[in-house]
T-cell receptor, first 113, second 121 residues
Framework: QQQVKQSPQSLIVQKGGISIINCAYE??????FPWYQQFPGKGPALLIA?????SEKKEGRFTISFNKSAKQFSLHIMDSQPGDSATYFC????????????FGTGTRLKVLA | GAVVSQHPSWVICKSGTSVKIECRSL??????MFWYRQFPKQSLMLMAT?????????EQGVEKDKFLINHASLTLSTLTVTSAHPEDSSFYIC?????????????????FGPGTRLTVL
């Protein structure tokens, strides 16, 4: 099974701090890595995504860092806010060349006011 | 743009009955829709992929006779949980994808619905 391993399982950060969530993948054929944000009782929403031909992508307070050699990618949330409290999932294509995703196990982030 | 809706948002049913969940793409044509299942505090598990006008492709371990999927139009897919039992209680989420949705390179993004909470008594 082509897995995407995500850590930590939960994270508590003070307001204004940096939240860092990590994912590791096995299949080097993966070529697209989105991050999703999910609030309780809601469906996931795309936050930011990256392709492995770049090492970093930034959108506002959210940054993806990608390490192709280590087969790892991470989400950094700068200046974390209480409204960022949600569950975050990384994902990767289940089969290269298709649009099916396999999701990481999720990280529950709580930002303290 | 790229809004996906689901109906109902929650449903409670008796064991043995069937439940139908609708997934609609409101402002784009969804050539492909995906159905996921999510247990509390767990990740999303892909159940099946449906392409408009063709039979759904089910993931390993998902009973196709238990979870009937129909994708009859470019804006609607339905999931019917047949003869539901308490172990089918879960959060069911659909996603939709089609030409023109936001893309990165050759990828078309999936847009997720708000989910349907199914409780089987």
């Amino acid at each position: 099974q082509q897995q995407v391993k995500q850590s930590p399982q939960s994270l508590i950060v003070q307001k204004g701090g940096i939240s860092i969530i990590n994912c590791a993948y096995e299949n080097t054929a993966f070529d697209y890595f989105p991050w999703y944000q999910q609030f309780p009782g809601k469906g996931p929403a795309l936050l930011i995504a990256i392709r492995p031909d770049v090492s970093e992508k930034k959108e506002g307070r959210f940054t993806i860092s990608f390490n192709k050699s280590a087969k790892q990618f991470s989400l950094h949330i700068m200046d974390s806010q209480p409204g960022d409290s949600a569950t975050y999932f990384c994902a990767a294509p289940l089969t290269s060349g298709t649009y099916k995703y396999i999701f990481g196990t999720g990280t529950r982030l709580k930002v303290l006011a | 743009g790229a809004v996906v809706s689901q109906h109902p948002s929650w449903v409670i049913c008796k064991s043995g009955t069937s439940v139908k969940i609708e997934c609609r793409s409101l402002d784009f044509q969804a050539t492909t829709m995906f159905w996921y299942r999510q247990f509390p505090k767990q990740s999303l598990m892909l159940m099946a992929t449906s392409n408009e006008g063709s039979k759904a492709t089910y993931e390993q371990g998902v009973e196709k006779d238990k979870f009937l999927i129909n994708h009859a139009s470019l804006t609607l897919s339905t999931l019917t949980v047949t003869s539901a039992h308490p172990e089918d209680s879960s959060f069911y989420i659909c996603s939709a994808q089609g030409p023109g949705t936001r893309s990165i390179g050759r990828w078309n993004e999936q847009f997720f619905g708000p989910g349907t909470r199914l409780t089987v008594l």
